[in-house]
């Protein structure tokens, strides 16, 4: 059972970096609770992977410490470390049969061969691999194999955290639902530390208790999947959670007023005046602003695209061009129509970070 | 799906027939007529049925007890480079420099040996394992191990052996290295955290990646080294005596030393037939192999 920490943690994979823009990984202070979900959330190249390695202890950072229950492992080797890592292709002993495979790291461990009977058994069971023991691994389906994978971690009775590096890339759309449901009851029957590597927003929202957003190697906000929606941190994750994600549009802000492409819009708080030089910008999801049938801002409608469940708009509003919800049955005449936005949902950014405004 | 049959089709594989009949078929079924008739000499030839075969797989015969000694002499000398050569080759491999200059020099000096003619190398090794002017043979010489390949028989499959190690093992390491590159990272992060001892992960992972390679190397390892007939000619010429007599180098000494056709036109058909079927065995032994990972 372990707490991860990391403390003022950073890496660059230059052995001299010059400045901060040559930094994988920003310095950063992190804790994770024992037992908990998390989902590390970017896109591609933001680091995500280079921080779980060094959690897993393939990587050794630059600078900062690892702390495992207060235990510095920083230095320690990852098979000294007792945490399980899978990978995003399903790694699998391929001359070995899917008992042999998931005996594997006991053996190594010099384990007592009735003890690893029993746990190779107990859990197969769980993975739902109980009748494929003697079959040969490399002929398994790819789910099967990633199972496997996630097996060889289990199997130690040790282990703390399992890390997820995006484990569910080459496996069927149809089998991932599957696949991730039967990850969440293994956290919940399990009480194990459990780390998940995506940048598919659904896959980290339905898995994760614990959202941790990255962007450009540091994490910009850690919460739970509806903090990220309704609340976002910095405009990067109203961009990329969210489909289509926030609008964000140039501003000026003056107490609850502010002024977007030449319109004056209401807010529901109000915002000191912030220095010259600060990039303001008003950021709102689309899902709080709809065409209305009356009482609200005139806009002119460019494109509606019916999305099934839904219809969305992409409006301009003065001079600034956002996405909205065009509710059915809402009357646009020409390309001329009324949009509502919800005040209390309109966030106020400066410089990408969000203000907290006074009532 | 219904495919349109149109006999015109034949005429399209025509040329690349006319050059199989020329270059293989049509020879070889000269030397099956030579294997069944003798001849004196001025086109004359006689029939002589399965003679030449019966005498050939008579080890007490004149012709049979020549015929099994060099086929156990070309038996034992593929065997010791395949011992050493294979196994040489994959720790040649995995000690190889994995990205950069280091990389590119290290593949070019290792691919240089393939480049050069057999009879070159043969000529090489003959002259740098002289006894009198050549460094190797000097040099043992020179610190007390007597050695000279022209009367000693162990000197002799010495030079012969290092010879085809120095030729050949970087095939067997360029193959290796190839299949080494094949094995994505994560393999060998999950066997650290597996806690998998290096010769675990050799064993585990790297061997079995690596066993599709190492048939297709060991194949054509065997059949050069058995059919191996230009360098032993130009370093020893099959002496001391009949020492380092391959198959190859007997099969010439009869034709066109002695002018035995028939005898010759018989050991040829065996020789082949004996290659055919070790070749046929591994294509049997990869085929299967991989029809096993499919179905599991």
């Not at chain 1, 040790?158 to 089998?175: G, K, Q, Y």
């Not at chain 1, 061009?321 to 949009?339: F, I, N, Q, T, Y």
């Not at chain 2, 065996?270 to 990869?286: G, P, Q």
């Amino acid at each position: 059972m372990a707490r991860i920490d990391l403390v003022d943690l950073a890496h660059s994979y230059l052995s001299q970096p010059p400045d901060a823009t040559h930094y994988a990984l920003k310095p950063m202070t992190m804790h994770w609770r024992q037992g908990g979900a998390y989902a590390l959330l970017g896109p591609s190249g933001c680091g995500k992977t280079t921080l779980l390695n060094i959690i897993s202890g393939l990587v050794v950072p630059s600078q900062g410490q690892v702390l495992f229950d207060g235990r510095d492992v920083t230095r320690l080797p990852t098979e000294a470390r007792n945490i399980a890592q899978v990978f995003q292709f399903p790694v699998i002993y391929d001359t070995m049969s899917v008992r042999q495979n998931l005996a594997f790291p006991l053996q190594n461990r010099g384990v007592p061969a009735a003890e690893i009977e029993a746990r190779v058994k107990e859990i197969a069971e769980l993975l739902d691999l109980g009748n494929a023991l003697d079959r040969r691994a490399r002929g398994l389906t790819a789910d099967a194999k990633q199972k496997i994978s996630l097996g060889r971690g289990l199997v130690r009775a040790d282990v703390a955290a399992i890390l997820f590096d995006e484990p569910l890339t080459v496996i069927d759309p149809a089998l991932k639902w599957e696949l991730r449901s039967k990850l969440k009851a293994l956290h919940r029957r399990l009480d194990l530390t459990m780390i998940y590597v995506t940048h598919d927003q659904t896959e980290a929202l339905t898995f994760a208790d614990t959202v941790v957003v990255m962007h450009d190697g540091a994490i910009v906000q850690t919460g739970r999947p509806n903090e990220l929606f309704d609340r976002p941190e910095h405009t990067f994750v109203g961009h990329f959670i969210g489909s289509p994600g926030m609008n964000v549009l140039p501003a000026r802000v003056e107490g609850r007023t502010a002024e977007v492409g030449g319109v004056a819009v209401e807010l529901a708080r109000a915002y000191p005046a912030q220095p010259a030089g600060r990039r303001i910008e008003i950021g709102i999801r689309p899902e709080y602003a709809r065409l209305t049938a009356s009482g609200g801002l005139p806009v002119r409608v460019e494109r509606i695209d019916d999305v099934g469940r839904i219809r969305f708009a992409r409006v301009r509003l003065g001079a600034a061009s956002l996405s909205v919800v065009a509710p059915r049955g809402v009357p646009v005449e020409g390309d001329r129509a009324l949009l509502a936005l919800d005040a209390h949902q309109i966030h106020v950014y400066a410089d990408s970070r969000r203000l907290e405004g006074a009532a | 799906m219904d495919k349109p049959i149109n006999n015109a089709a034949w005429f399209l594989i025509l040329p690349a027939f006319l050059i199989v009949l020329f270059n293989a078929v049509i020879p070889l079924m000269t030397v099956v007529n030579y294997s069944v008739q003798d001849t004196f000499g001025n086109n004359q030839f006689f029939w002589n049925g399965l003679g030449w075969y019966q005498e050939l797989l008579d080890p007490s015969s004149e012709l049979g007890g020549r015929f099994f000694a060099s086929l156990g002499r070309s038996a034992m000398f593929s065997a010791i480079i395949l011992a050493i050569e294979v196994p040489l080759g994959i720790m040649v491999a995995m000690c190889m420099p994995r990205r950069g200059i280091a990389l590119a020099l290290s593949l070019v000096f290792i691919a240089m040996p393939l480049l050069i003619p057999w009879n070159v190398v043969g000529t090489m090794w003959q002259l740098y394992a002289r006894s009198d002017i050549g460094l190797f043979g000097w040099t043992l010489n020179a610190i007390g191990i007597p050695f000279n390949y022209t009367n000693d028989t162990l000197a002799a499959w010495t030079v012969l052996v290092v010879m085809d190690m120095w030729h050949w093992t970087g095939l067997i390491a360029l193959l290796c290295f190839a299949g080494l590159k094949s094995i994505p990272d994560a393999y060998y992060q999950a066997a650290r955290i597996d806690g998998a001892s290096r010769w675990a992960v050799f064993a585990r992972i790297e061997l079995p990646k690596l066993s599709h390679v190492l048939l297709i190397g060991v194949l054509l390892r065997f059949m050069d080294s058995f059919m191996i007939y230009t360098e032993p000619f130009v370093v020893t010429g099959g002496g001391p005596g009949n020492a380092t007599t391959f198959l190859s180098i007997d099969l010439v000494k009869i034709a066109l030393g002695q002018f035995d056709l028939g005898k010759a036109g018989a050991m040829s058909i065996v020789y082949t037939l004996i290659v055919l079927a070790v070749c046929w065995v591994f294509y049997t032994v990869m085929v299967t192999g991989q029809n096993k990972g499919g179905r599991g």
